[in-house]
């Protein structure tokens, strides 16, 4: 069973950054080479999860409409962590973000992480 921890979130004012990290307890290196899907979800209360952002391996990363050219999908196999850089926050993307990870019929979630943008 995969474990996904995601850390990062907090309060931050409309315009500010955060980077949100997913520590993943297997190789992510392994999976990447396997074909895994890695991304980041958001789900605001009352609302549907949606998806932010994603990336595998040999295709470039993908990205929600809303969060191009503010969010960026990253990853370091040294130390099994995803990111999600998210820059010029806005008070919409206030949620839950959650760390994803697909492989097959494998699909692996992490706990979450709170995100709130207000002033």
């Known amino acids: 069973q995969v474990q996904l921890v995601e850390s990062g979130g907090g309060l931050v004012q409309p315009g500010g950054s955060l980077n949100l990290s997913c520590t993943v307890s297997?190789?992510?290196?392994?999976?990447?080479?396997?074909?895994?899907?890695m991304g980041w979800y958001r789900q605001a209360p009352g609302k549907q999860r949606e998806l932010v952002a994603n990336?595998?391996?040999?295709?470039?990363?993908n990205y929600a409409d809303y969060v191009q050219g503010r969010f960026t999908i990253s990853k370091d196999n040294a130390v099994n962590t995803v990111f999600l850089q998210m820059n010029r926050l806005k008070p919409e993307d206030t949620a839950n973000y959650f760390c994803?990870?697909?492989?097959?019929?494998?699909?692996?979630w992490g706990q979450g992480t709170q995100v709130t943008v207000s002033s």
């Open positions: 994803n990870i697909k492989l097959g019929l494998q699909d692996s």
């Open positions: 297997v190789s992510i290196f392994s999976f990447n080479i396997m074909g895994a899907v």
């Open positions: 990336m595998s391996r040999g295709r470039r990363p």
